[in-house]
């Protein structure tokens, strides 16, 4: 078991390992308490009893447990405000906690409940996709989606703790197991150094290898957290984590997300490598090739509209108020480990990075 410390103010430690004794890990951390564990329809059948069992073991008192249905859509004002109402009628008072037990969709909606609830109240995120391990339950973003566009309502709220269990990954399905892995390798460039070099073990910790598993996700976490610290709040550096996610965004819109969000990406990344190589002169694109392909993701795709695309990317940059009609922006790598950020790109540059998906590029 390894645990990362997440040193904003107050600190929190992220926990990662197999098997982990939620209730005990927690003691150091969280003193037990009156609690209402959250989770969805998926992840309830399959891991709330071990959950809950281990807390109340360890003296929490476990007023209710709830569930919502699984999915995206469930990240909406509607199922917010049902939990709300089912969080109060539990009883749950100022100083009881609120286990967040899923995959991102689960973290961020439950830890907006815990962020607006009584004007917020103690989150413990316990993930169970890789996604949420290494990326959505570390940095307190939280919040829900609107009609009008994702994650367009939300808060900052950090968790008192994280308890990553990958013992809890072995009922989820492939795809999000690459999904995570997107992420992961994502971080991996950005960072450089050790955690660079450890991704050749991806194919290890795929076929369920547990140690090479474990260290990827903790140096992701600690990635992660070591970008959060020096930019809590989304100033600037944060943005680096949008590698691979300008275009990557406006390809999983374009297919009415048929595309996954890491199938997306990592397209995003092939893209943004064939960009780079041509503003940097730094040459990524078969070494990252070689690491999505190993994590089964797309590193070609053929079939899309490259208008929509460019649409789709627009809508999103309206959000952001970047000015400059027909430029993008862009983060790049210069070099494994070094990103740069807000590199303007033209619509004739993304063009031609996207017609390298139709081809070997
Ligand atoms: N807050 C952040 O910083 C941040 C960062 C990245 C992504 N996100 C958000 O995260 C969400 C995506 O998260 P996700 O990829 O974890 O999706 P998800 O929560 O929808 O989980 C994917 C699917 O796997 C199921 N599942 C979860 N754990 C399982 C398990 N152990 N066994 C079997 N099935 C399981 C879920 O029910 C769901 O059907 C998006 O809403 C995104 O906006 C937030
Ligand atoms: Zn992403």
């Known amino acids: 078991m390894n645990t990362v410390t997440v040193d904003l103010t107050p600190s929190y430690p992220v926990v990662i390992g197999a098997e982990i004794p939620i209730g005990e890990v927690l003691a150091a951390h969280v003193s037990p308490g009156p609690c209402v564990i959250v989770t969805d329809s998926n992840v309830g059948p399959l891991h709330l009893a071990d959950a809950c069992g281990s807390l109340e073991s360890a003296g929490w008192e476990v007023l209710d447990n709830l569930q919502f249905i699984a999915g995206e859509e469930s990240k909406s004002l509607k199922v917010y405000s049902e939990l709300l109402g089912r969080v109060a009628r539990t009883g749950l008072g100022r100083d009881g906690t609120i286990f967040a037990l899923g995959g991102g969709v689960v973290g961020d909606l439950v830890g907006f409940v815990a962020a607006s609830y009584m004007r917020g109240v103690r989150l413990v995120m316990l993930p169970t996709t890789l996604l949420s391990m290494v990326d959505s339950s570390v940095g307190g973003k939280v919040g829900l989606d609107l009609p009008e566009g994702k994650n367009l309502v939300g808060a900052f709220h950090q968790p008192e703790a994280v308890v990553a269990d990958i013992a809890r990954l072995e009922t989820l399905p492939e795809r999000e197991i690459s999904n995570g892995l997107a992420e992961l390798v994502k971080m991996g460039l950005l960072a450089g150094g050790e955690y660079f070099r450890d991704l050749d073990a991806i194919s290890a910790a795929r076929s369920g290898d547990s140690g090479p598993l474990v260290k990827l996700i903790e140096h992701a976490v600690r990635y992660k957290a070591s970008v959060v610290e020096r930019d809590e709040r989304e100033g600037g550096l944060r943005s680096v984590l949008n590698y691979g996610h300008t275009i990557g965004h406006g390809l999983e819109a374009a297919s009415g997300y048929r595309l996954s969000h890491g199938e997306a990406i990592s397209l995003g990344m092939v893209c943004a490598a ?82 390298t998906l139709k081809g070997a590029g």
Do not use: N
């Open 274 to 355: 064939k960009i780079g190589a041509k503003h940097t002169g730094f040459d990524l694109m078969e070494r990252q090739r070689e690491l999505l392909l190993a994590c089964g993701l797309p590193v070609t795709q053929t079939g899309f509209d490259a208008g929509a695309v460019l649409a789709a990317m627009s809508r999103d940059k309206k959000r952001a108020a970047e000015d400059g009609a027909r430029m993008h922006r862009f983060v790049l790598l210069e070099e494994i480990g070094r990103p740069v950020w807000g590199v303007s790109v033209s619509e004739p540059e993304v063009i031609e990075a996207l017609e």
